[in-house]
């Protein structure tokens, strides 16, 4: 395991998540509730994180990462109807909620 992306908010990270996955390399999300106890605990710690299952993966993550920050200045985002989270615009199921956008 190696830490790959420490991302601003869950949003965020389900979006690296997602597109990692997209890609076919293994990740997983920690921290992901830890948002309660932020100023008690440094930013960097308390922030959802991405992690690698196999750090050989990291060029391809790099290049996913990259890719996604290029199609989030594209296309924007849409919220959720059922749930009210932000999406990208290019996904046709809420990550959040798995309802349709
Ligand atoms: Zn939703």
Redesign the pocket.
């Known amino acids: 395991m190696e830490r790959f992306y420490t991302a601003h908010n869950r949003f965020d990270a389900y979006l690296v998540l997602h597109r990692l996955q997209q890609a076919g390399i293994a990740a997983h999300i920690f921290n992901e509730h830890m948002s309660s106890i932020v100023g008690e605990v440094p930013p960097d710690v308390a922030q959802p994180q991405v992690w690698l299952e196999d750090r050989r993966d990291r060029p391809r993550a790099e290049a996913a990462l990259a890719a996604l920050r290029f199609d989030r200045a594209q296309t924007g985002s849409v919220f959720?109807r059922?749930?009210k989270?932000e999406n990208p615009a290019s996904f046709e199921l809420?990550w959040?909620?798995g309802?349709n956008l």
Do not use: R
């Open positions: 959720c059922a749930c989270e809420c959040h909620c309802a």
